[in-house]
């Protein structure tokens, strides 16, 4: 007998979406010029708001692979 689990666990109680929101605001302070020297090129600052964007994405993607999953188990 296959026994199934139950993965509803909402997604800010998961790691991904802390370790994802950290890095976004990391990134997103650092290219805003919070967290910075007044030195900091435009490329360093175009970096940080991609890796902000990148961590959004891999979170969103983590979360879509997690929940596909689960549909597929309550087949």
């Known amino acids: 007998m ?6 509803k666990k909402p997604g800010y109680k998961t790691t991904e979406f802390w370790m994802s929101s950290v ?17 900091t090129s435009g490329i360093e600052k ?3 708001f991609i890796a902000s964007a990148l961590a959004a994405l891999g979170y969103s993607a ?3 692979n ?4 689960e549909i597929e188990s309550n087949k």
């Open 46 to 48: 175009s970096v940080a």
């Open 66 to 69: 997690v929940k596909a999953a």
């Open 62 to 64: 983590s979360r879509g």
């Open 23 to 39: 890095a976004m605001l990391i990134g997103l302070a650092y290219g805003s010029g919070l967290i910075t020297e007044a030195g």
């Open 2 to 7: 296959e026994q199934k689990t139950d993965m």
